[in-house]
């Protein structure tokens, strides 16, 4: 009896660690989403994630990217030019910029990413590039540059046009190239901003659009891991958000387009990037693939010091964001070698081939593998493989050929002479 009971507790014990440590589902409630590894941008989840949608205000991304990117002086006064209100609808986001006020390109940012100021994107853009469409060809360019195959713009702001898009995915790689700027980071991660008076205005304050990490303007969204990005909506849009959060050393981004209010009117955005992101956090852990002491192959040698082959290793570790189910002894390592057999020495470090790490049946990576160790070359083996070799080649079998026949023309000529001269002496001597 006693028995039974050990052997129920570790049945029930074995099935709760299994369930425990088995991924959960995730299904996002709207049009597309994705959540990728903050730092490599491996993806964790995805749905629709290359399908084109409307990205809305989430554009001002990539006008902050490229303000950036082009603006040396973020001190720098611009000074907003009646052009740049000439596309914008009334009721769009705005913080009240007037034509002829002078700002700071560094204020000026923060109106576009906190408050989401629809005029200081089109300022920002002549400010750049001359002229509103100029920058946008600009836009469209880094989008290309960016591998953003998927998107297209039309305006630096966001406002609905039917050839104004984008994908999950790209926005995913955008999100990852504006966190590269440490100014950016610190203005997406702001939840309230002061804006000082300027020639023609007061003192602007203002909380983000972001609730998430912010609940100024909305209730029961915050939540305590995000810390950034930018949010987006429009009527065609619906609401959308890309949003970030850290927890003990790892960084998540995560992307929902054309979400929608649930049944108690809920924004979908916000609801649905927390559940990602949170999902993330839970169900994925760093786990290294490969670890640069484990040996991964073994290659033939020749003319080696006592010894036929060395083994080799991956160049580096390689550490991936894994689900918390992960087993490490289930990732193979296919090994491609430069060459069938490599000639000593062989030095230490020297590149033998490469490793595709695979797991689940998953390609994940291709790395260098180096030599483990050093290879001496015998000299012994060494020449006596040559000399191999070269009686083993096309020219040494058409060397010798040529060789056997001269050694043939001549003996035969030899032959002939001795065979005429003793022709010659009979008739000699029967005259």
């Known amino acids: 009896m006693k028995k039974k009971i050990i052997s129920l507790v570790l049945v029930l014990t074995y099935l709760l660690t299994s369930l425990a440590s088995a991924i959960e589902p995730m299904d996002v409630n709207s049009k597309a989403s994705i959540l990728i590894d903050a730092s490599d941008g ?26 950036v990117e082009n603006v040396d002086n973020f001190d720098e006064l611009v000074i907003a030019k009646e052009s740049a209100y000439e596309d914008l609808s009334d009721g769009g986001s705005s913080v009240g910029i007037k034509e002829e006020e002078e700002m700071s390109v560094d204020n000026l ?45 039309v305006n630096a702001h966001g406002l609905h046009n039917d050839d104004h898009y984008t994908t999950a995915r790209d926005i995913a790689k955008l999100a990852m190239e504006v966190q590269k700027h440490e100014r950016l980071r610190e203005i997406c991660s702001m939840d309230k901003a002061t804006i000082p008076a300027t020639n023609i205005g ?39 958000l890309v949003a970030s959060a850290e927890y003990e050393g790892t960084e998540l981004i995560s992307v929902v387009l054309g979400a929608e209010k649930d049944e108690n009117g809920k924004k979908g955005n916000f609801v649905e990037s927390k559940r990602l992101l949170i999902w993330g956090f839970e169900n994925f852990r760093d ?40 087993d490490k002894s289930k990732v ?7 060459k069938e057999e ?90």
């Not at 193979?332 to 430069?338: M, V």
Request: proline residues 2%.
């Open 42 to 67: 491996h993806e964790l989840y995805g749905e629709n994630a290359d399908t084109k949608q409307f990205p809305a205000s989430i554009t001002k991304l990539m006008t902050a990217l490229l303000v």
């Open 109 to 153: 940012l923060i109106c576009l990413l906190v408050a989401s100021a629809n005029e200081a994107a089109n300022i920002l853009a002549e400010h750049v590039s001359g002229s509103v469409d100029k920058f946008v060809e600009l836009m469209n360019t880094r989008a290309t540059e960016l591998g953003l195959t998927g998107t297209h713009f």
């Open 202 to 240: 007061k003192e602007r304050f203002f909380y983000t659009t972001n609730s998430l990490i912010s609940e100024w303007k909305e209730l029961g969204y915050k939540y305590s891991r995000a810390n950034g990005m930018k949010t987006g909506s429009t009527t065609p849009a619906g609401f959308c």
């Open 287 to 326: 786990a290294t693939l490969v670890n640069s002491s484990d040996t991964v192959c073994e290659v033939k040698i020749r003319s080696g010091k006592n010894q036929d082959y060395v083994t080799g290793h991956a160049s580096e570790n390689f550490s991936l964001m894994m689900p918390i189910d992960f």
């Open 332 to 338: 193979e390592y296919r090994f491609t070698a430069l």
């Open 342 to 431: 490599f000639e000593a020495p062989v030095k230490k470090g020297d590149e033998i081939g490469t490793v595709t790490v695979v797991y689940e049946g998953k390609e994940y990576a291709a790395l260098p593998v180096v030599a483990s160790y050093d290879v001496e070359r015998s000299e012994v083996e060494y020449t006596k493989n040559k000399v191999k070799d070269f009686f083993g080649s096309t020219l040494s079998v058409v060397c010798v050929a040529l060789a056997l026949l001269v050694f043939f023309v001549v003996l035969f000529i030899i032959i002939k002479k001795k065979k005429d001269k003793r022709q010659r002496k009979q008739r000699r001597r029967y005259r």
